[in-house]
């Protein structure tokens, strides 16, 4: 098979196509969708740039806000007392890490005329580019049926039918879940037979993804453990040169993760702190709210807060600022670090003590993940509308509440309904031609490999996503449309029966 090469303007006519198609969400509501954690990170490249130029924008008052005594000022006026500067230290603002700056400085780029409509278009395009190569991966040009009318033929129905044109219109890194893991499956499946250009493509927009969310980091090593023990037991043979640079993209996430870290402890005094993401799962699920039941009484704990609310709730526990709600958010800064310091020991302490109870709720988790289809971000509720109302600029909110999803008019239910049903008709189709494949001797071909990573990239993210966070609709929706544009893809390929032992590139 011939690597992909100039074809003329057709592919730069499908990516158009494409993306113009995938803004209809957009505007139909007016503008890009935000979600309330939008803003922080936008004022995490804003406080950024100010610290590094002093150049202000309409998001930095709430830098000055917060950070308006920095920890050196308020040392200097208190008698120079070392205790003085370790308290102000102490309780300087917290830096949330989760929050990439990097997809951060995305969004305040994207904002160079005033709005984020760029954004919005940028990261259709990019999804126009991966659906139309993905498309071509499977219908070779050469065999005269990649043509644009056949890229739109496929694309043009995953577009319409599933969740992926809202997301490339959402102002979160959660597209990029989906682009990932396109990324890792034709790097993995299709290294041998593409191009220098479509190679540097995919792993810039896999590394992109690491830096944008860290759960495509834990989705992309799950899959990378996956291709590394097919090639050991010899069931997939996948070349070590799409592996070194599937590693080299991750190692490289670390190092900007490692920079952000860096930059955030020099400029602030302190390191990003993690939110207790695991602690408040165990605590939600039940085993860590029993062990905190059996030994508050006799011990010490950082978490016996808990056990004085009237409700528990996974969220609400980490964002309630109010503080018979909340373990997190609610606290001063300096409880907050020691909260997310005493994580770890917790939840490793409530796991060796309820086991079984632990990975049974994880297993729930994963489960109801799986089968979550909705789109309530979409549609703005009383509570997101006075947060945007709090952390948007003027200008913005002002644009945002003649938005369709501020009106609560947004039309998603026939999108929720058509994602499940296009998905799971997809999936059982790619598990049969999997099913099929496994039958055969030898090892997997390259259309089999893809296929089967798709399918183990859903489920990890299911499971990753259920476990650490809980279900919720928009981690599921984010990336599931690659499962009906695999399987869009394969349909016209009448070559496949014929891969079966075929060895990946």
Request: contains cysteine.
């Given at each position: 098979m011939s690597k992909t090469g100039k074809t003329g303007f057709g592919p730069a006519i499908s990516v158009i196509i494409l993306a113009i198609a995938l803004l209809w969400p957009s505007l139909i509501n007016g503008e890009p969708f935000y979600m309330t954690d939008t803003?922080?990170?936008?004022?995490?490249?804003?406080?950024?740039?100010?610290?590094?130029?002093?150049?202000?924008?309409?998001?930095?008052?709430?830098?000055?806000?917060?950070?308006?005594?920095?920890?050196?000022?308020?040392?200097?006026?208190?008698?120079?007392?070392?205790?003085?500067?370790?308290?102000?230290?102490?309780?300087?603002?917290v830096a949330l890490a989760g929050r990439s700056i990097f997809y951060g400085a995305f969004l305040y780029l994207a904002q160079i005329f005033g709005n984020f409509w760029l954004a919005a278009v940028l990261q259709s395009l990019v999804v126009g580019v991966a659906i139309m190569l993905t498309i071509r991966a499977f219908v070779p040009e050469e065999n005269g049926v990649s043509s644009t009318k056949r890229t739109l033929a496929i694309g043009l129905p995953v577009v319409f039918l599933s969740s992926v044109a809202f997301f490339s219109g959402f102002l979160m890194p959660d597209i990029f879940a989906g682009l990932g893991l396109l990324s890792f499956v034709h790097l993995a499946a299709f290294w041998g037979r593409q191009g220098t250009a479509e190679r540097l493509f995919w792993l810039v927009l896999l590394l992109a993804a690491m830096l944008f969310h860290n759960t495509n980091v834990l989705i992309t090593i799950s899959l990378l453990a996956v291709v590394l023990l097919g090639n050991v037991t010899k069931f997939l043979q996948i070349g070590w040169k799409p592996i070194l640079a599937i590693v080299t993209s991750i190692l490289l996430s670390f190092a900007g993760q490692s920079v952000f870290y860096w930059g955030v402890t020099k400029y602030s005094g302190n390191a990003p702190v993690?939110?207790?993401?695991?602690?408040?799962?165990?605590?939600?699920?039940?085993?860590?709210?029993?062990?905190?039941?059996?030994?508050?009484?006799?011990?010490?704990?950082?978490?016996?807060?808990?056990?004085?609310f009237p409700v528990i709730n996974h969220d609400q526990l980490l964002w309630s600022k109010a503080k018979d709600e909340g373990f997190f958010q609610a606290l001063p800064n300096r409880e907050r670090r020691e909260i997310a310091a005493a994580e770890k020991a917790f939840v490793l302490d409530v796991f060796l003590e309820y086991p079984i109870e632990v990975l049974a709720a994880s297993f729930r988790g994963f489960g109801t993940q799986l089968v979550t289809f909705n789109l309530p971000n979409f549609n703005y509720n009383d509570k997101q509308k006075n947060q945007f109302q709090d952390k948007i600029p003027g200008v913005l909110f002002g644009s945002q509440k003649q938005s369709a999803a501020f009106k609560n008019?947004?039309?998603?239910?026939?999108?929720?309904?058509?994602?499940?049903?296009?998905?799971?008709?997809?999936?059982?189709?790619?598990?049969?031609?999997?099913?099929?494949?496994?039958?055969?001797?030898?090892?997997?071909?390259?259309?089999a490999t893809f296929s089967l990573l798709i399918v183990i990239g859903i489920f990890a993210n299911a499971a990753i996503c259920g476990a650490l966070s809980g279900a919720k609709g928009r981690y599921q929706m984010r990336l599931v449309w690659v499962l009906p544009l695999a399987a869009a893809s394969l349909l016209p390929n009448r070559q496949w029966r014929k891969e079966v032992i075929q060895p990946a590139e």
């Amino acid at each position: 098979m011939s690597k992909t090469g100039k074809t003329g303007f057709g592919p730069a006519i499908s990516v158009i196509i494409l993306a113009i198609a995938l803004l209809w969400p957009s505007l139909i509501n007016g503008e890009p969708f935000y979600m309330t954690d939008t803003p922080s990170y936008i004022r995490a490249a804003d406080a950024g740039v100010y610290k590094l130029t002093g150049l202000e924008s309409p998001w930095t008052n709430e830098f000055h806000d917060r950070y308006s005594a920095s920890p050196k000022e308020t040392a200097s006026t208190a008698v120079g007392s070392q205790a003085t500067l370790t308290d102000s230290k102490d309780d300087a603002p917290v830096a949330l890490a989760g929050r990439s700056i990097f997809y951060g400085a995305f969004l305040y780029l994207a904002q160079i005329f005033g709005n984020f409509w760029l954004a919005a278009v940028l990261q259709s395009l990019v999804v126009g580019v991966a659906i139309m190569l993905t498309i071509r991966a499977f219908v070779p040009e050469e065999n005269g049926v990649s043509s644009t009318k056949r890229t739109l033929a496929i694309g043009l129905p995953v577009v319409f039918l599933s969740s992926v044109a809202f997301f490339s219109g959402f102002l979160m890194p959660d597209i990029f879940a989906g682009l990932g893991l396109l990324s890792f499956v034709h790097l993995a499946a299709f290294w041998g037979r593409q191009g220098t250009a479509e190679r540097l493509f995919w792993l810039v927009l896999l590394l992109a993804a690491m830096l944008f969310h860290n759960t495509n980091v834990l989705i992309t090593i799950s899959l990378l453990a996956v291709v590394l023990l097919g090639n050991v037991t010899k069931f997939l043979q996948i070349g070590w040169k799409p592996i070194l640079a599937i590693v080299t993209s991750i190692l490289l996430s670390f190092a900007g993760q490692s920079v952000f870290y860096w930059g955030v402890t020099k400029y602030s005094g302190n390191a990003p702190v993690m939110p207790p993401f695991l602690a408040a799962r165990v605590i939600s699920d039940g085993p860590g709210y029993q062990y905190l039941e059996k030994h508050c009484k006799t011990e010490d704990h950082k978490f016996c807060r808990v056990l004085d609310f009237p409700v528990i709730n996974h969220d609400q526990l980490l964002w309630s600022k109010a503080k018979d709600e909340g373990f997190f958010q609610a606290l001063p800064n300096r409880e907050r670090r020691e909260i997310a310091a005493a994580e770890k020991a917790f939840v490793l302490d409530v796991f060796l003590e309820y086991p079984i109870e632990v990975l049974a709720a994880s297993f729930r988790g994963f489960g109801t993940q799986l089968v979550t289809f909705n789109l309530p971000n979409f549609n703005y509720n009383d509570k997101q509308k006075n947060q945007f109302q709090d952390k948007i600029p003027g200008v913005l909110f002002g644009s945002q509440k003649q938005s369709a999803a501020f009106k609560n008019t947004m039309p998603t239910r026939f999108w929720e309904i058509s994602t499940f049903v296009v998905s799971g008709v997809a999936l059982l189709f790619l598990l049969g031609f999997l099913y099929r494949n496994f039958r055969q001797p030898g090892r997997l071909g390259r259309t089999a490999t893809f296929s089967l990573l798709i399918v183990i990239g859903i489920f990890a993210n299911a499971a990753i996503c259920g476990a650490l966070s809980g279900a919720k609709g928009r981690y599921q929706m984010r990336l599931v449309w690659v499962l009906p544009l695999a399987a869009a893809s394969l349909l016209p390929n009448r070559q496949w029966r014929k891969e079966v032992i075929q060895p990946a590139e």
